[in-house]
């Protein structure tokens, strides 16, 4: 698989049958992972109807994941709708994608981890106007979809490293080496993002997340 395209429901907290048909895993609104109806190597070659149809000319190769929210929503002017986005979603998805990342192999690039909504700027795949994910819990409106998802990045990216084989010990890090593993809760993610990143990652927050 070649990558990852994040995606939200336009739906409920809770997957509905559709969903499960259009992605390879579905969060819901309390950070449950549920599986789609068809394996992720269904979109390895895709064979009509036998695959999971999340992204539109970019389903061979990658991975669709989907929060069940944001029913009801709209752009302009902003409303979060009937089911915005929760924390624990957004904990849940920067887990999994750790896990597909490392499972797969998918370094994470903004050509590889990728928001549906930056499908047509960055892969330069014509899309329908999708605009998930560009608005994620604590920002006041939606954001640029590259740099929401350069902070999802920044999250994902935070531990991706590989985990050493148990019979040869780590060697020591650098002085100088920041190493930082979330204990759990989005709070402790985005201190293990800033902490990773540096610089990098406090300037995404600068003038759009609040």
């Avoid at 998805?93 to 050509?111: F, H, K, N």
């Amino acid at each position: 698989m070649k990558r990852i395209i994040l995606h939200w429901t336009a739906g409920g907290h809770t997957p509905s049958h559709l969903d499960l048909e259009h992605y390879h895993f579905v969060i819901d609104g309390a950070g449950k992972v549920c599986n789609g109806k068809w394996p992720v190597e269904a979109n390895r070659k895709p064979v009509k109807g036998q695959y999971a149809a999340h992204t539109l000319n970019c389903n061979t190769g990658s991975i669709g994941v989907a929060v069940a929210a944001m029913a009801g929503a709209q752009e302009r002017p902003f409303d979060a709708g009937r089911s915005p986005i929760t924390p624990e979603q957004v904990e849940a998805l920067v887990r999994l994608c750790r896990d597909l990342a490392r499972q797969y192999g998918i370094p994470v690039t903004r050509e590889t981890i990728l928001s549906h909504a930056e499908v047509q700027p960055t892969l330069k795949i014509k899309q329908r106007g999708k605009w998930d994910i560009t608005w994620l819990p604590g920002m006041a409106l939606p954001g640029d979809p590259v740099k929401t998802g350069d902070y999802l990045r920044g999250l994902i990216a935070a531990d991706t490293r590989p985990v050493p084989e148990p019979a040869r010990p780590a060697a020591p890090a650098p002085a100088d080496d920041v190493v930082v593993k979330p204990s759990g809760g989005l709070v402790a993610l985005i201190a293990a993002a800033i902490a990773a990143l540096g610089a990098l990652a406090g300037g995404l927050f600068d003038g759009w997340l609040k």
